[in-house]
């Protein structure tokens, strides 16, 4: 696929109002690449829909209204949990799907990997923290759309060189980008939590800035192709609406 033949980026919103909103801001408009630029209006228009998406649900509605209750916020880390366990094994099995003439995206991976795989224990304190069994978390399965998100990416990240799982990058460390931080200072005004007791979603608030610096790097790289850019996009489109679904569906498993 040549640049020219990129499809056009359909928004309700201008190019401006979509860069302000998404977590890259403008970013990417800056490179010479056309790839690269139509990127940055494709993913932007991509977060606009899914913090529609997001909006509509109860518990994300409870946190930014400030009428989360401790029960949500419990629920909310049970659930997450073994979605976010999951979260290195499909970014090392992403790494394992790149040849060699992709190294440096492999690396970028298992770097990922290495500064995420033990997140999960931070949910597990958290739910200590606030009265919970660890036994309860440790054990508590997946919901329905828990299940879908981790089976739609693991398999995405067992295809060749799998360059459009950065897509799903995109959309989780986005949400640590704009949501995390906020959502953390709610649940600390509702419930009097310390930082301690919302740690998960304290320290992707503080961090996930610099890992975003590390996904634009790879982003206006030259594996970002014409034929992979729209799959990638695609990829964030599917895996903002899973997500989503894994938040509608808390305790339903």
């Known amino acids: 696929?040549?640049?020219?033949?990129?499809?056009?980026?359909?928004?309700?919103?201008?190019?401006?109002?979509l860069y302000e909103q998404s977590p890259l801001g403008d970013r990417l408009a800056h490179f010479e690449n056309?790839?690269?630029?139509?990127?940055?209006?494709?993913?932007?228009?991509?977060?606009?829909?899914?913090?529609?998406?997001?909006?509509?649900?109860?518990?994300?509605?409870?946190m930014e209204s400030g009428s989360v209750t401790l029960d949500d916020y419990k629920l909310y880390?049970?659930?997450?949990?073994?979605?976010?366990?999951?979260?290195?094994?499909?970014?090392?099995?992403?790494?394992?799907?790149?040849?060699?003439?992709h190294l440096l995206l492999r690396s970028a991976l298992i770097k990922h990997a290495g500064q995420e795989h033990q997140d999960f224990l931070m949910l597990e304190k958290n739910y200590v923290s606030v009265g919970g069994d660890i036994g309860d978390i440790q054990r508590y399965p997946q919901n329905v759309g828990s299940e879908a998100l981790s089976s739609y990416i693991m398999y995405q990240a067992s295809q060749p060189n799998p360059a459009n799982l950065f897509g799903a990058t995109f959309v989780i460390e986005g949400l640590g980008t704009?949501?995390?931080s906020k959502w953390a200072t709610s649940?600390?005004?509702c419930l009097g939590l310390t930082t301690e007791q919302v740690s998960f979603l304290h320290y992707h608030g503080e961090n996930d800035d610099d890992h975003y610096e590390n996904l634009i790097k790879v982003l206006s790289s030259p594996f970002i192709t014409p034929e992979v850019a729209p799959r990638l996009v695609k990829t964030a489109k599917v895996v903002g609406r899973l997500y989503?679904?894994?938040?509608?569906?808390?305790?339903?498993?």
């Open 1 to 17: 696929m040549e640049n020219n033949m990129l499809p056009p980026v359909n928004s309700t919103l201008s190019v401006k109002q």
């Open 34 to 62: 056309p790839t690269t630029v139509w990127l940055g209006e494709a993913l932007a228009e991509v977060w606009y829909q899914f913090q529609k998406q997001l909006a509509a649900v109860n518990i994300v509605q409870k």
């Open 77 to 101: 880390l049970l659930n997450l949990r073994q979605q976010v366990k999951d979260g290195a094994r499909w970014i090392t099995r992403a790494a394992s799907s790149m040849d060699d003439q």
């Open 178 to 180: 704009k949501k995390a």
């Open 187 to 189: 649940l600390k005004e």
């Open 244 to 253: 989503a679904l894994q938040l509608e569906e808390l305790g339903n498993i």
